[in-house]
């Protein structure tokens, strides 16, 4: 299966702006629905925003207007554009990967993904 990595992660002041990126690699990318999740301590992991393999995207209402899905198939790397942070985005933000047939589907669920990469945090401060 594909192995996923995060990057991008760090301390930014409310209102900055940071830019996630997942490599993955292993497997045919192309194939992979994608997703981002965040876990804040003591919360449950939430969903964050998804992209098809054709690029449909979704996004959570916490971050719609903020935040952007994108993807580079030619790079293998998902990313997640973050604009206008604030406190409460802090977290350490997954990447997730589901092989799927269907082209145009994202998935919002975290159990509707195998497979994770390791986490990046994201610290906003007040």
């Known amino acids: 299966q594909v192995q996923l990595v995060e990057s991008g992660g760090g301390l930014v002041q409310t209102g900055g702006s940071l830019r996630l990126s997942c490599a993955a690699s292993g497997r045919t990318f192309s194939n992979y629905a994608m997703g981002w999740f965040r876990q804040a301590p003591g919360k449950e992991r939430e969903f964050v925003a998804a992209?098809?393999?054709?690029?449909?995207?979704y996004h959570a209402d916490s971050v719609k207007g903020r935040f952007t899905i994108s993807k580079d198939s030619a790079k293998n790397t998902v990313y997640l554009h973050m604009n206008s942070l604030k406190p409460e985005d802090t977290a350490v933000y997954y990447c997730a990967a589901r092989r799927t047939l269907a082209m145009t589907d994202y998935y919002y669920a975290p159990i509707d993904y195998n497979t994770w990469g390791q986490g990046t945090q994201v610290t906003v401060s007040s």
């Open positions: 992209i098809s393999r054709i690029g449909n995207t």
